[in-house]
């Protein structure tokens, strides 16, 4: 099984959603959203991230 199936999968799903089950859905993994954040900026020291990390850079944290 393949990443590109399982994001297939998930898109299905999510395309079945309502809104407001998407919405209470992204609120209730929220701190682990962060917590991914938080880790993959630790990577910042990289150089060859610094593209890649101005381009996905999003604060959750405003999305509250």
């Not at 590109?4 to 959603?17: A, E, F, H, P, Q």
């Not at 701190?31 to 850079?57: A, G, M, P, R, V």
Request: a negative charge; glycine letters at 0%; proline letters at 0%.
């Amino acid at each position: 099984r393949d990443w590109s199936s399982d994001v297939c999968s998930s898109d299905l799903k999510l395309k079945n959603k309502s809104i407001d089950e998407i919405h209470e859905w992204y609120y209730s993994i929220l701190d682990i959203l962060l917590y991914n954040q938080k880790h993959l900026y630790s990577f910042s020291n990289y150089e060859c991230f610094d593209e890649i990390f101005e381009k996905i850079k999003i604060d959750y944290k405003t999305l509250i």
